[in-house]
């Protein structure tokens, strides 16, 4: 009963931002994105002004926030959409459209307000609405424009002198895409409905213990786990002594129960024996924790914010770390890579673009539990290629298949529904298959 109340409380919670929380700010209907962490001290740039992000701190998320100028200098103000607002934009749409613009000259004489004049405006204290509509009023050909023509004016204007910031919850989807618009190449071009296949390939479902090659920052480990919901587990093993970044995870603001979910395991000790030198295992142990802390190609958001805690008393600093949230990526424990040893992954998802996919495919696929699935993406088509005929010629897998995701958006508003003009026409590769049983030759060599 106190689980299902705890569970409770946190979806509720995760519905409202708190200090230290990642939020995504949508600015002026996807023109720009940004990823920042709500502080006392955190700002956004919008324009050549700074905005304090003070304000968004316990507003729910969906919340709209448009740019004023306030007592102590430029702020984002909550707006609140009320029904009379809601009526006069359905009374627009209904409107019978019974003009066009044919007879409409674009020679830049229609607006009789001057750049002085907008700067006079500012100075006396005029707000970005109050702007816009001083732009309508004074637009000699705004009348005659089509209702359609109207609400682009209108909205262009908006964008200008009365930009908007959508507060998003940070999830697979919107991570995702963010970083498909602005840093493809961190994620290896990875894109939405790619990552989505992934996960469905892989049979990623709750109560899975899931093995993960994560060479994207952690976008994929994190899309497992929120898939998973607290359930099973998620290891993200590597080669060598340095894990593989996950900086993304902590964007998709996990609690303590995920968190300790997500672990990391190096390919030299899950290969190990379980009967092997305890030595050995130990030194393993203590190089990972070692290297834990220098994780290479990082990704950071824009916004940071860091509370040293030097001058404090011993005291203080041991209750800090008892209280300290728990972090994604820690060692898994003993009893867990026991457990996997003999038991095996029930699923297996590589993303490693910088790596050839058949070297790590017979190094990891032996892991997986007999009949499991697993899948391999790839930017490129060729090493998916090799690592197929060679998963054939060892017997190790069957049902294989190369797919090419495609994906296009629709325009969906009243009489202008249609397909985008610009769509992204790559997605990458998948490999997937499902692990069978291979005898292994007897010692005289015989089949």
């Not at 909205?155 to 919850?169: E, G, H, M």
């Not at 001058?311 to 820690?330: L, Q, R, Y």
């Amino acid at each position: 009963m106190s689980s299902i109340k705890h569970e409770e409380s946190w979806n509720e919670k995760r519905r409202m931002t708190w200090e230290g929380c990642s939020v995504l700010l949508d600015i002026n209907d996807g023109d720009r994105l940004v990823f920042s962490r709500l502080t006392a001290g955190s700002i956004v740039k919008i324009g050549n002004k700074n905005y304090p992000l003070q304000p968004l701190i316990g507003c729910p998320f969906g919340s709209v926030f448009q740019v004023q100028n306030g007592i102590n200098g430029p702020c984002l103000s909550r707006l609140v959409s009320t029904p009379q607002a809601n009526n006069t934009e359905d009374k627009r749409e209904c409107k019978d459209e019974l003009r066009d613009n044919r007879a409409l000259i674009d020679n830049n004489t229609a607006q009789t307000l001057t750049g002085e004049d907008i700067e006079g405006l500012r100075r006396q204290g005029a707000s970005g609405n109050e702007i816009v509509e001083a732009l309508i009023a004074n637009s000699a050909t705004f009348e005659n424009k089509t209702v359609f023509s109207q609400e682009k004016y209108r909205l262009k204007k908006q964008k200008k002198y009365a930009p908007k910031v959508l507060l998003r919850r940070p999830f697979a989807r919107s991570i995702c895409d963010t970083y498909f618009k602005k840093y493809p190449s961190r994620i290896g071009f990875l894109r939405v409905d790619t990552l989505s296949l992934l996960l469905s390939f892989a049979n990623v479902t709750a109560h899975s213990d899931v093995l993960v090659v994560d060479m994207i920052g952690g976008l994929l480990a994190g899309a497992v786990a929120e898939r998973l919901g607290g359930s099973g587990y998620v290891c993200n093993t590597y080669r060598g002594d340095s894990p593989s970044s996950l900086e993304i995870v902590r964007l998709f603001n996990f609690g303590d129960e995920i968190n300790t979910r997500i672990v990391r395991l190096p390919l030299a000790e899950l290969s190990a024996s379980q009967n092997g030198d305890s030595k050995e295992s130990d030194l393993l142990h203590a190089a990972s924790n070692d290297n834990s802390n220098n994780p290479s190609n990082s990704v950071s958001m824009e916004e940071t914010t860091v509370s040293p805690e030097d001058g404090k008393p011993d005291a203080e600093k041991n209750v800090s770390k008892i209280n300290k949230t728990a972090k994604p990526g820690e060692k898994a424990s003993q009893d867990a890579i026991k457990l996997w040893k003999e038991n095996g992954f029930s699923s297996l998802i590589i993303a490693a673009p910088d790596v050839d996919a058949w070297s790590i495919v017979k190094e990891v696929l032996p892991f997986l539990s007999y009949s499991a699935s697993f899948v391999i993406y790839h930017q490129y088509l060729q090493p998916l290629a090799t690592c197929m005929h060679n998963l054939q010629v060892e017997k190790m897998a069957i049902g294989l298949q190369i797919t090419e995701p495609w994906l296009r958006e629709y325009q969906v508003l009243p009489s202008r529904t249609h397909p985008h003009m610009q769509v992204s026409a790559f997605g990458g590769y998948m490999l997937s298959g499902t692990k069978i049983y291979k005898d292994q030759p007897n010692k005289c060599g015989g089949p």
